[in-house]
């Protein structure tokens, strides 16, 4: 059986990239790429420390954190689409022109 922290040292890494990427790009489908990686990072964590402490509840959460970022994913996404339909591109700095 793989040890708890080897698990725990794949999700610092991924939590890591998708930190780094949300931070460094300013592309809006690349930052919610990266949303979602950190996302599954912590669901990874989750499943490999309830696997760990032998506990389902664990599992369960991680359920409904899917289900959370399904539904965080098509908003976002939905966003991008009406951005683009009115600047022509999917900058993060176009967002400032949308109000009012």
Known sequence: MIPVSWYLVLTLFLFAIGAFG?????NVIIMLMCIEIM???VNVTLVALGRGLEHTTAHVLVFFII???AAEAAIGLALVVLLFKKTREVHMDEF???KG
């Open 39 to 41: 996302l599954n990072a």
């Open 22 to 26: 949300f931070i460094a790009r300013r």
């Open 67 to 69: 289900a959370v970022a």
């Open 96 to 98: 400032r022109t949308l």
